[in-house]
């Protein structure tokens, strides 16, 4: 009788144990990603699509990774995990580099958090998100660095486009559009018309192109 309540006492320990694992993973993951997603990516690119997206796939490859890890598959499953997501396609949308770089580190987290199992881990665990999101803030507005955007633009004077006065056509450019062009590139001439079609190219501090999915279907 004595051994069937300390086995009872066991299990009971056991799984207060577990649940109280499960707890601070969860926290932490959670914690971690909406610092991440909610604080940073959120204010700048004001997209809830993404939003939804990011938050999704991270707590449930999170839920998916920890309740499977006792299956012994942490490794393998994780690197088949990376193997899916990798050809993971969104035939509805185009999906911007900088948004496919933040899902990229919300499916990494899932996977660190859920199924990072060396003793002493919690500690290991906190510093590798806060290593992180320190990477994530730095590389993403703490660096300033130069981008070179691009817009396509009519323009109404050919005697310019002669390579002789290259000068004169940037700088009537610059004073008509605001924007410090440094470069451009002839798209096409229209001598009917007395238009041609180019790219000017200038740079600034942020990439201007649409961050955010147009929803156009790749099919059309």
Same mark, same amino acid.
């Given at each position: ?5 300390? =086995? ?85 949308? =185009? &999906?911007? &580099? ?8 919300? &499916? ?26 320190? *990477? ?6 703490? &660096? ?13 004077? *050919? ?17 008509? =559009? ?43």
């Amino acid at each position: 009788m004595l051994e069937t309540n300390e =086995t009872a006492a066991a299990v009971i320990a056991g799984g207060t144990n577990t649940i109280i694992e499960f707890a601070l993973r969860f926290g932490l993951n959670f914690i971690v990603i909406f610092i991440l997603i909610r604080l940073l990516y959120y204010p700048i690119r004001k997209n809830r699509d993404f939003l939804f997206t990011f938050f999704l796939f991270n707590i449930i490859n999170f839920l998916m990774c920890y309740l499977l890890s006792s299956a012994q598959l942490k490794m393998g499953f994780a690197f088949g995990l990376f193997a899916i997501f990798s050809i993971l396609r969104y035939r509805t949308v =185009t &999906v911007p &580099v900088r948004e496919m770089g933040y899902f990229f580190v919300s &499916v990494t987290l899932g996977v660190i958090n859920a199924l990072t199992g060396i003793e002493g881990s919690y500690w290991l665990l906190a510093s590798a998100n806060i290593i992180i999101l320190a *990477v994530a803030w730095v590389i993403d507005f703490g &660096v300033k660095i130069t981008h070179e955007n691009g817009k396509e633009i009519i323009y109404d004077r *050919v005697d310019l486009l002669a390579p002789e006065r290259l000068n004169e056509l940037i700088t009537d450019i610059q004073q008509r =559009t605001g924007l410090p062009v440094h470069r451009i590139e002839i798209l096409k001439i229209d001598f009917f018309k007395d238009i041609v079609s180019m790219n000017v190219y200038y740079n600034s501090n942020r990439n201007e192109a649409p961050s955010a999915a147009l929803g156009n279907d790749d099919d059309d």
